[in-house]
């Protein structure tokens, strides 16, 4: 029986687990919901659902069943699925490094770029946010990559799923960003060239854009 991913019907935060899903040939249903357009952007059709689905005191989105595990939070999800295949690290030391990748990709790349996509005065801030994106965040994620060829090491891991599409919602963003930093650019074209991950992105079931939900200044 497939377990279910659950989640809107954008990239967001499930874009990492769906891409997990397929690289690890995990037979899913891809549960989507859909927010009503404005000025009310209606959400019921996940809150109907919401506290019927067995997820407990903490549901969210997103939400992964799998038989008697039910579960939220896209992190814990991802090190869910990733144990099954052995793609929490090789070494303690590789695995010492996706239990801190999985935090720094999530608190430096996504929640600032959440904010500022949410963000109503978004027009104003972009400028310095690709400024200090440019300057300091990417940077500091290429001198962590060096010559490595994954995220934590030789051995491809769950957080760079995350890692690899925080990279491509800031090229759709700023397609520039990578610009200067070689190793960022190559990493995320092997990333690509992922025999799984490039049959997903060339099928229906991924979804280019949006990446956020209509709320959001940037979609």
């Known amino acids: ?3 279910t991913i659950g989640y809107w019907d954008i990239r967001g935060l499930a874009e990492p687990i769906r891409m997990l899903l397929q690289y690890t040939g995990t037979d899913y249903e891809d549960k989507r919901y859909k927010v009503g357009p404005s000025p009310d952007f209606n959400k019921d059709c996940w809150l109907k659902e919401k506290f019927t689905l067995g ?3 903490f549901a969210n989105l997103p939400y992964l069943i799998d038989g008697d595990v039910k579960m939220v939070e896209t992190n814990a999800i991802l090190r869910y699925i990733a144990r099954k295949s052995d793609l929490c690290g090789k070494t303690d030391v590789e695995k010492a490094e996706c239990n801190m990748m999985e935090m720094i990709v999530y608190q430096d790349l996504r929640n600032g770029f959440v904010r500022l996509c949410y963000n109503p005065n978004f027009a104003d801030l972009k400028d310095g946010y690709v400024k200090e994106l440019k300057e300091t965040k ?9 010559s490595k060829t994954w995220l934590c090491g030789e051995n491809l891991t769950y957080p760079d799923f995350h890692f690899f599409e925080m990279l491509d919602q800031h090229l759709v963003f700023e397609p520039s960003c990578l610009d200067g930093l070689d190793n960022l650019k190559a990493y995320h074209q092997r990333f690509l060239e992922l025999p799984a ?3 997903y992105r060339a099928s229906g079931r991924f979804i280019a854009r ?10």
């Open 1 to 3: 029986m497939p377990l």
């Open 55 to 57: 997820l407990g005191e």
């Open 138 to 146: 990417l940077p500091r994620f290429s001198r962590h990559l060096g």
């Open 197 to 199: 991950i490039k049959a």
């Open 210 to 219: 949006p990446i956020n939900n209509p709320t959001a200044q940037f979609k």
